[in-house]
């Protein structure tokens, strides 16, 4: 089956610097990718849509500026977080968007749990 | 906009059925999904129905859609403490296109 990953699992990481969250699909190609961010106990928020070879798609009140995303190639999609708060800690979780016979669904990474102090 | 609604939490006893509701607000649904999240992990995705589609089986996963009330439902045959999870609903107008979560219903089993 289609397989999503992530890197880092995890990361802890200082206020004021940048971390980059990676998430590829394995086995199949992705044009779309999506990064949601979940909160404990909490829904998935979805934060952008991310194309291949285009500007990733920001959904309204998440700043592109801070969370820059960049889909290079049909494998991968990259998030950073910049100038990281801690209020940006969070799960990060990316899905990457393939077919289940006739129909596209979504497959999802495992997750990037980020700790800011 | 659209807004998916779960109710938060539902407890069983081990080989009981589950029944986990979803309603749903927008009529332009196209697909409906359900999704599992274990501690720590990625949703994984269970099954899916297409709005033209009053029920689905899949082993011990039965879906039921009433399309005029808008309304899902996931039913878990003879639970067993492995169900134990956060599950998702989640719709989407089309098959390529974004899908809206629900805040998912902690099923907890009791052995």
């Known amino acids: 089956g289609a397989v999503v990953s992530q890197h880092p699992s995890w990361v802890i990481c200082k206020s004021g610097t940048s971390v980059k969250i990676e998430c590829r699909s394995l086995d199949f190609q992705a044009t779309t990718m999506f990064w949601y961010r979940q909160f404990p106990k909490q829904s998935l928020m979805l934060m952008a849509t991310s194309n291949e070879g285009s500007k990733a798609t920001y959904e309204q009140g998440v700043e592109k500026d801070k969370f820059l995303i960049n889909h290079a190639s049909l494998t991968l999609s990259t998030l950073t977080v910049t100038s990281a708060h801690p209020e940006d800690s969070s799960f990060y979780i990316c899905?990457?968007?393939?077919?289940?016979?006739?129909?596209?669904?979504?497959?999802f990474g495992p997750g990037t749990r980020l700790t800011v102090l | 906009g659209e807004d998916v609604e779960q109710s938060l939490f539902l407890s069983v006893r081990e080989g009981d059925s589950s029944v986990i509701n979803c309603t749903y607000t927008?009529?332009?649904?196209?697909?409906l999904y359900w999704y599992k999240q274990e501690p720590g992990a990625g949703l994984q995705l269970l099954t899916y129905?297409?709005?033209?589609?009053d029920m689905k089986q899949d082993q011990r996963l039965t879906v039921l859609l009433n399309k005029k009330d808008k309304h899902l439902s996931l039913r878990i045959a003879d639970t067993q403490t492995g169900d134990s999870a956060i599950y998702f609903c989640a719709e989407s107008m089309t098959n390529a296109g974004k899908s809206t979560f629900g805040d998912g219903t902690t099923l907890t089993v009791k052995p």
């Open positions: 927008d009529s332009s649904s196209t697909y």
């Open positions: 899905s990457a968007r393939g077919t289940s016979g006739s129909m596209y669904t979504q497959y």
């Open positions: 129905i297409f709005s033209n589609m």
